[in-house]
T-cell receptor
Framework: ETGVTQSPTHLIKTRGQQVTLRCSSQ?????VSWYQQALGQGPQFIFQ???????GRGNFPPRFSGLQFPNYSSELNVNALELDDSALYLC?????????????FGPGTRLTVL | LAKTTQPISMDSYEGQEVNITCSHN???????ITWYQQFPSQGPRFIIQ???TKVTNEVASLFIPADRKSSTLSLPRVSLSDTAVYYC?????????FGAGTRLTVKP
C-alpha cells in the first residue's frame, strides 16, 4: 500500500451540485496532485499543490478547485457538477529526491453524476 | 512534456516474459521515465523508474537505450494477476501526463 488514502470511496451526485473529495498524503510528502480518470482512459492531470499553494494546473475549468492543509492533506472541490464529471478521481502524493520525483497514488474516489 | 506512444494491447501466457515498449521521441534532458500498473477501479501503482541504461527491481526491469527515445518495461514470468493496464510516463517535475496505456492480458 502507498499510504495515500482517499474519501469517500464512492459518491453519487446530481447535475448542478457541488462535491468535495478528500485525500491524506503519505507521511512526509508535501506535494499532492489530483487526476481525473474517465472510464477507459488514462488519468488526466487537474492540479498540484505544494506547501498549500497551487503549483501547476491542467486543462480544467475554474469550477475545479483545491486546498492543501498544513498537515499536507488535500481537498478537491467541484462546483456545478456536469454529467461528464463522472469519473474516478485520483490523488497522488510525491516523494522527492535530488533529481526527480515519484508519485504514489491513492485508491481513488468514484464519482457518479446523474 | 514528451508525448508517449505505447501499443494499445498485448496478450501473453503465464510464465512468459513480457516486454512493453514505449516511444518518446522528444524526451527532454531532465525527464525521467516511470512505469505504472493499474487494475480496474484502483489507483496506478508504481512499478519502476529510470533515467538511462538499465534499472531492475524485485518486480520488473526497465531498459533505456542511449538516445532515450524509447524504453522497454520487462516483466519476467507473468502470471494471471499481472493482467492490467500499464502506463509509461515521461516527465520532469510538477506534472505527469498519462497516455492511453497498454492493456496486458495474461492467459492460462
Amino acid at each position: 500500500e502507498t499510504g495515500v488514502t482517499q474519501s469517500p470511496t464512492h459518491l453519487i451526485k446530481t447535475r448542478g451540485q457541488q462535491v468535495t473529495l478528500r485525500c491524506s498524503s503519505q507521511s512526509g510528502h508535501n506535494t499532492v496532485s489530483w487526476y481525473q480518470q474517465a472510464l477507459g482512459q488514462g488519468p488526466q492531470f487537474i492540479f498540484q499543490y505544494y506547501r498549500e499553494e497551487e503549483n501547476g494546473r491542467g486543462n480544467f475549468p475554474p469550477r475545479f478547485s483545491g486546498l492543501q492543509f498544513p498537515n499536507y492533506s488535500s481537498e478537491l472541490n467541484v462546483n456545478a457538477l456536469e454529467l461528464d464529471d463522472s469519473a474516478l478521481y485520483l490523488c497522488a502524493s510525491t516523494s522527492w529526491t535530488r533529481d526527480t520525483d515519484t508519485q504514489y497514488f491513492g485508491p481513488g474516489t468514484r464519482l457518479t453524476v446523474l | 512534456l514528451a508525448k508517449t506512444t505505447q501499443p494499445i494491447s498485448m496478450d501473453s501466457y503465464e510464465g512468459q516474459e513480457v516486454n512493453i515498449t514505449c516511444s518518446h521521441n522528444n524526451i527532454a534532458t531532465n525527464d525521467y521515465i516511470t512505469w505504472y500498473q493499474q487494475f480496474p477501479s484502483q489507483g496506478p501503482r508504481f512499478i519502476i523508474q529510470g533515467y538511462k541504461t538499465k534499472v531492475t527491481n524485485e518486480v520488473a526491469s526497465l531498459f533505456i537505450p542511449a538516445d532515450r527515445k524509447s524504453s522497454t518495461l520487462s516483466l519476467p514470468r507473468v502470471s494471471l494477476s499481472d493482467t492490467a493496464v500499464y502506463y509509461c510516463l515521461v516527465a520532469g517535475f510538477h506534472d505527469m501526463r498519462f497516455g492511453a496505456g497498454t492493456r496486458l492480458t495474461v492467459k492460462p
